[in-house]
């Protein structure tokens, strides 16, 4: 493994435990054991798609941690959505040629312009915490669709939280 | 050499083709009308006292002096003369105007009694006003259509015009003679002679097709711009009518589009990879504004309709997004969510004295500025999506609908109706409704399929 990219992953999971607790302390803690989900297999099983393919990705890092999703209105990376990040940058730390696309989304309860614009900005959010991971910014494109492409179809609390979301697409 | 002057033809060529890859067939532009009967002016008062709404008006059919072929109506001018007064009843009936009977339901006057009513026959109708028309085909191919209002009780002319028109413009002489009667008896300025941008929506609701269309102010002459291989958005028609701005996924991502109805072409509003949204044209049709996201903090920016260097408005962290100018193009109503929530803003147009308008409670969204200045009209969120209006100092909301979801008010050409899209919770249906600015009238305009976005232009020039 990338040794800048692993001293970068556990400086962020500190981070990111340091965020959960009600107080955060003026001098962070010393580093913990890293929390997140274990490094997973790179090698490819036989049912797995091709190195650059969406399903590389997908078996790779989970079909769970390929989408993050927000509250309403918001943008902000949480601690369950960095985590999932993470894993996708390891993925994309170990595969250092792949270009992908984070697909900003939002729920139907927005005005048409204003969810163009919030999806852009979670899209972003995303971009931002992988680049912060290491992953160089001219690898990640971004796109909102604000609320045209919902994938939940109901019009409802659920749906609605389902439909908030940044995925990111390995496009070959 | 040959070679290479080749490929970097193509290499430039390339992006064009793409950025034009998802037009249809571009509508032909609109022919010029000339008036010949020029209107006189108010010519005495109304005879009318009660409620406008129960003012009865016969317009039977239009009267031809010689039924001749014309490429308007196969069956000739007598035929298009029956057309042209259900143009006029519909427009009036639909838009909750009057009583209006059509020349369905009348006898039909002769050409010399346009001029010279028969009154016999019209005043045991209940009818208080009285429309008669004409029209005539001239030797050049055009067509005269001349518009007369009677007063029933007076036996006098209220007001006259007429006008010449490509054939293919009939129904505009029909518009012409609806905007004549409104105006005369209303005192209020015309709105049917004008025509509606909007996106045309088809399919399931997570795979939508989304296409640029355009029609007449009563849902006639409806074509579509793109062919709905990609998604289009938020469209808005030139004062001129000569062009469109809207927001197009044609080369993958979202960008605003300025589309030339004259040569059916497209070309970016600003050269940019970054994603632009919101497009709105100033009142003298000399700038655009639109709205631009840079690693996600969206600001407002104005460019030249002729293109170059753009002026960045706002700057605040957050969204800064849309924006409607006021008619004398002084000030700039938009959208921002620097407060923590959508809220109302307005600002100078240079970008200067930036204030924030709307503290009633909710979200507010989507300000467009009334044509006739006194009133903004925007999407207010308290749970479901309202159409509301309020005076240009964020005082005196009104609400005018009561939906799910109704969202993004345009303005008839008078300021006196708002039109907006409603979605249907659940199935994702949307259609076009319009209101009038007493909330009364609201109904529902027809489409082919369902539609969003709609952008109401001005008076055709």
Known sequence: ?172 | MKQLFAFAMIFIAAPLAAQNEDLGEAPPEGGAIEIVEESEGLSGSVSFEGNLDDLGIAIPAFATDRNVPTPANQSGTAALGIELARVVTANLRNNGLFEPTGPDALPRPEFAQITSPSWATWSNRGAEMLVHGYVRGRSDGRLTVGCYLYDMALQSELVREGWVVPPADWRRAAHKCSDLIYSRLTGESPFFDSRIAYIAETGPKDNRTKRLAIMDSDGANHRFITTGRSTALTPRYSPDYRQLVYLSYVDGNPRIYVYDIGSGQQTLVTQSENPTFAPRWSPDGRSILYSMAVNGNTDIYRVSAQGGQSQRLTDAPGIDIGGSYSPDGSKIVFESDRSGSQQIYVMDANGSDQQRLSFFGGRAATPEWSPRGDQIAFTHITGDFRIAVMNTNGRNIRHLTNSWQDEAPTWAPNGRIVQFFRTERNSGATGLWQVDLTGENERRLPTPVDASDPAWGPILP
């Not at chain 1, 927000?70 to 949480?78: A, G």
């Not at chain 1, 040629?97 to 048409?112: K, S, W």
């Not at chain 1, 899209?123 to 919902?150: D, F, H, M, Q």
């Open chain 1, 1 to 172: 493994m990338n040794t800048r990219f692993a001293a970068t992953i556990l400086a962020v999971s500190t981070l990111a435990v340091a965020a959960c607790q009600k107080k955060p302390p003026e001098e962070l803690p010393p580093p913990p054991q890293q929390t997140t989900t274990p490094t997973p297999a790179p090698t490819a099983g036989p049912a797995a798609g091709a190195l650059g393919t969406q399903q590389h990705f997908t078996n790779a890092v989970g079909a769970a941690n390929t989408v993050v999703y927000f509250d309403t209105d918001r943008y902000n990376i949480d601690t369950s959505s960095s985590a999932k990040l993470q894993n996708q940058g390891r993925y994309f730390s170990q595969h250092s040629n792949l270009t992908f696309t984070i697909e900003g989304h939002t729920d139907e309860r927005g005005t048409r312009d204003y969810n163009l614009a919030l999806g852009e900005r979670r899209a972003n959010a995303a971009k931002n915490y992988l680049v912060s991971l290491g992953i160089p910014a001219s690898r990640i494109r971004t796109v909102s669709y604000g609320k045209e492409r919902p994938v939940e179809l109901g019009s409802n609390p659920t749906a609605w939280a389902q439909n908030r979301r940044a995925a990111s697409v390995v496009i070959n």
